[in-house]
């Protein structure tokens, strides 16, 4: 089993920036990747940045140039800088982790925390 607890949701403004962070914990050897998912309301969930257990990462073409996804492997942690918030990114992101249990695919999920861009 894999833990995450995610923080850093909020309120801004358009052009504002946040930090999502998620810190992964319990079985964490062999995580294949970590990323962020994103579900604004009626709309399908959407991966927004993910980044592999050996760096590469992978972005959705909506937030190329604004977002940033990184980790910190001695705290277990993934984060995503958000930067020139549009209200178009408004919606519950999740953390997602990725690994190969036992012979299958498991993913995992945070609880999801809240973006809202508005003025």
């Known amino acids: 089993q894999v833990q995450l607890v995610e923080s850093g949701g909020g309120l801004v403004q358009p052009g504002g920036s946040l930090r999502l962070s998620c810190a992964a914990s319990?079985?964490?050897?062999?995580?294949?990747?970590m990323g962020w998912y994103r579900q604004a309301p009626g709309k399908q969930r959407e991966l927004v940045a993910a980044?592999?257990?050996?760096?590469?990462?992978n972005y959705a073409d909506s937030v190329k140039g604004r977002f940033t996804i990184s980790r910190d492997i001695a705290k277990n942690t993934v984060y995503l800088q958000m930067n020139s918030l549009k209200p178009e990114d408004t919606a519950v992101y999740s953390c997602?982790?990725?690994?190969?249990?036992?012979?299958?695919?498991?993913?995992?999920w945070g609880q999801g925390t809240q973006v809202t861009v508005s003025s």
């Open positions: 997602n982790a990725g690994k190969v249990e036992k012979g299958l695919w498991r993913d995992y």
């Open positions: 319990g079985s964490i050897f062999n995580i294949n990747h």
């Open positions: 980044i592999t257990n050996g760096g590469t990462t």
